[in-house]
Each structure stands twice: as C-alpha cells, then as structure tokens.
C-alpha cells in the first residue's frame, strides 16, 4: 500500500521499489549488452518481430474460421502489447474521436 508524505505525494511500497531497481538494472545491462553486440540485436529483433506475426496470424485466422471481427484468441491487453510492438495503431472504437481530428 502507497504511504502518503506531508506534501500530499505517495511513495511506493517497498517490493515495488525493490522490483523496479532490478528491473532497471537487468535492462541498463541489457542495453549494454546489444550496444556491444549489433548482431544480436537484429537477431532479437528479427525473433521478436517473427513471434509477433505468429500471433497476429494465428489471431486473424480464428477470426476469419469463427466470423468475429476480432478473433476469440487474443483480445485486451494481449492485442495492445502485439499492436504496440508492431507500431500499429490501435483499433478506433465507436465512443474514441478520430485520432486526427479535422482543422477549423
């Protein structure tokens, strides 16, 4: 539970913390690590990339067998984390306005 201080802010609990030093310390490493060695990098772009179209394949297939219009396999937070990875926008829903709305 997040323990207020006199000036209204919150500090996290203490396993948070704990966890977010080990994380930014496994990904300080890491960049190190792919900085050193490129080929690595693509490579783990490369798989990464090919995971990705994995699941949006076998998604989109379920979709088309099923007649969804999205497939009953990946939905929610799975789908935003693949479209983000990919870059791809997410899906506009009826309540969102356009993402580009029209100039005066």
Known sequence: MSTPLPGGS???PNWYRGLAIV???VSIILAFVVLLD????VATLILLLAF???IIGIDRLIAGVTGHPFGTFMSGAPRGLVNEAL???PPASPGMPPSNPPKP
Do not use: D, Q, R, Y
């Open 87 to 89: 870059g791809a926008p």
């Open 52 to 54: 990705a179209l994995l």
């Open 38 to 41: 490129p080929v690595l990098a």
């Open 10 to 12: 919150l500090t996290l």
């Open 23 to 25: 994380v930014g310390l």
